[in-house]
């Protein structure tokens, strides 16, 4: 086993990108990029949280109490329009909103997006898995989440999208970033050493004993961070609160969807992504990346449908599974695209997409879903893809159908050499995903 771990580090050398790594545990943070939510130096005085001119405004929206209502107005929807609320278990969390000015310079040492809560007092929970074990290409998204997170305070928080559906501002629910797991840190760096000789030899492993060892192993820590993960999710749901996963590579994907599954029976999965993951134990791992969707259909009785949309690498098998599995859907990309092309509007193929969800939905986005310009760091890039703007309104559709965002996980961000550019990116769909979520049509 040594011997394997001696190649394993020779072939981690070999195939490392200048890419900065997981954080560990004493780690000193590296100051987050500045722009124009950093005008002022960390030091200077903060200026007051409104401007005397915006008090008026504001004060005509609040209540009789003087609190500003959290969620306000009306999703129109044709002629019909239905109030926004949050969330569906147990008591509106509210969040000390004086401990934050959005106007201000975003805090690289609070939590995700510079903001101050804590897990007790925010209406929605992310969970960071440095994860990337099975990842067979590129390397390097296991640093994802904290580089989303390093990124993040440089976001403004007003959200123009969500404007015109009234929640403007889904940091004021209160969203809290955990901080990464050291035994995941570590279990994650030593599946990775066990893992790359089998990646090398493309799985084929023949009666090398080491690489049988190996093999068990990894899929042993695979299952073991599945089961971490469900756990975790888990307990958040228990406590009303919602809950978004940062990876790390997709197999995170499967025990946040394992505790969705669990708890809304009958549950739809919105999967965007370049691949379908309908392979069956890629490589020889049982967990792979490549196979998550596959696990869930085969492994997970409360998921009633997968949609997959952005689909433009997929092996034979994966395609027949697709056609021939009565649970998924998969919109091809060239297929869209061709449509597009002959006429449609890119507004009514995303109704037809989300026609086929159930009522409460699961979004798993695999960031290579998107044209490689806007993830050019990502492990599997595939041409093609969809724009921002186009996965936006996918994802907006589905909430204006009447249906529920329940959970999501945003996947496969890996930082690129030099550049922030991954990051930006990750962070900006992932405030998105947190504010959708935060809408819940009554």
């Known amino acids: 086993m040594?011997?394997?771990?001696?190649?394993?580090?020779?072939?981690?050398?070999?195939?490392?990108?200048?890419?900065?790594?997981?954080?560990?545990?004493?780690?000193?943070?590296?100051?987050?990029?500045?722009?124009?939510?950093?005008?002022?130096?960390?030091?200077?005085?903060?200026r007051p949280r409104r401007a005397a001119a915006a008090a008026g405004a504001d004060r005509a929206h609040r209540s009789a109490d003087g609190a500003r209502p959290l969620v306000r107005g009306a999703?129109?929807?044709?002629?019909?329009?239905?109030?926004?609320?949050?969330?569906?278990?147990?008591?509106?969390?509210?969040?000390?909103?004086?401990?934050?000015?959005?106007?201000?310079a975003g805090d690289p040492e609070g939590s995700v997006f510079g903001l101050p809560f804590d897990e007790q007092e925010s209406n929605l929970v992310l969970l960071p898995i440095p994860w990337e074990a099975t990842t067979s290409y590129g390397r390097g998204t296991a640093g994802g989440p904290q580089a989303i997170r390093d990124a993040s305070p440089q976001l403004d928080l007003f959200d123009p999208m969500l404007a015109a559906h009234d929640l403007a501002e889904p940091w004021r629910?209160?969203?809290?970033?955990?901080?990464?797991?050291?035994?995941?840190?570590?279990?994650?760096t030593r599946a990775c050493d066990l893992a790359l000789p089998i990646i090398a030899v493309g799985g084929e492993i023949g009666d090398d004993p080491e690489l049988r060892r190996a093999l068990a192993e990894v899929n042993a820590?695979?299952?073991?961070?599945?089961?971490?993960?469900?756990?975790?999710?888990?307990?958040?749901?228990?406590?009303?609160?919602?809950?978004?996963?940062?990876?790390?590579?997709?197999?995170?994907?499967?025990?946040?969807i394992a505790a969705h599954a669990r708890r809304?029976?009958?549950?739809?999965?919105?999967?965007?992504?370049?691949?379908?993951?309908?392979?069956?134990?890629?490589?020889?791992?049982?967990?792979?990346?490549?196979?998550v969707m596959a696990n869930v259909l085969d492994r997970l009785d409360g998921v009633a449908r997968l949609v997959q949309v952005g689909i433009r690498d997929i092996?034979?098998?994966?395609?027949?599974?697709?056609?021939?599995?009565?649970?998924?859907?998969?919109?091809?990309?060239?297929?869209?695209?061709?449509?597009?092309?002959?006429?449609?509007?890119?507004?009514?193929?995303?109704?037809?997409?989300?026609?086929?969800?159930?009522?409460?939905?699961?979004?798993?986005?695999?960031?290579?879903?998107?044209?490689?310009?806007?993830c050019p760091g990502t492990g599997t890039p595939v041409p093609g893809g969809l724009s921002f703007a186009g996965v936006m309104t996918l994802l907006l559709a589905v909430v204006r159908s009447g249906r529920r965002v329940v959970g999501f996980d945003l996947v496969e961000v890996a930082p690129s050499p030099g550049s922030e550019w991954d990051a930006n990116v990750g962070a900006r769909v992932l405030y998105?995903?947190?504010?959708?979520?935060?809408?819940?049509?009554?």
């Open 2 to 46: 040594h011997r394997l771990l001696r190649r394993a580090r020779a072939l981690r050398r070999a195939l490392r990108r200048d890419r900065p790594r997981p954080g560990r545990p004493g780690r000193a943070r590296r100051p987050a990029r500045r722009s124009h939510r950093h005008r002022r130096g960390l030091l200077q005085p903060r």
């Open 315 to 374: 092996s034979a098998p994966e395609y027949e599974r697709s056609r021939t599995d009565p649970r998924v859907v998969t919109h091809l990309d060239p297929v869209l695209n061709d449509r597009v092309f002959a006429g449609a509007s890119w507004a009514s193929l995303c109704d037809e997409i989300v026609a086929a969800l159930p009522q409460e939905v699961y979004v798993s986005f695999d960031i290579d879903g998107l044209d490689p310009a806007l």
């Open 264 to 291: 809304h029976p009958g549950l739809g999965i919105l999967h965007i992504d370049a691949h379908a993951d309908l392979r069956q134990a890629y490589e020889g791992f049982e967990r792979s990346h490549a196979s």
């Open 173 to 188: 629910l209160g969203i809290h970033m955990l901080g990464e797991d050291p035994e995941i840190v570590a279990l994650n």
């Open 221 to 256: 820590a695979s299952a073991r961070l599945d089961a971490w993960v469900e756990e975790q999710v888990g307990a958040r749901l228990d406590a009303g609160q919602l809950v978004g996963v940062v990876g790390g590579d997709h197999s995170v994907a499967f025990g946040a």
């Open 432 to 442: 998105r995903l947190c504010g959708l979520a935060l809408l819940k049509p009554c």
């Open 75 to 104: 999703l129109r929807r044709g002629p019909a329009a239905a109030l926004l609320t949050l969330s569906y278990k147990g008591a509106l969390r509210q969040p000390d909103l004086s401990k934050f000015d959005p106007e201000g």
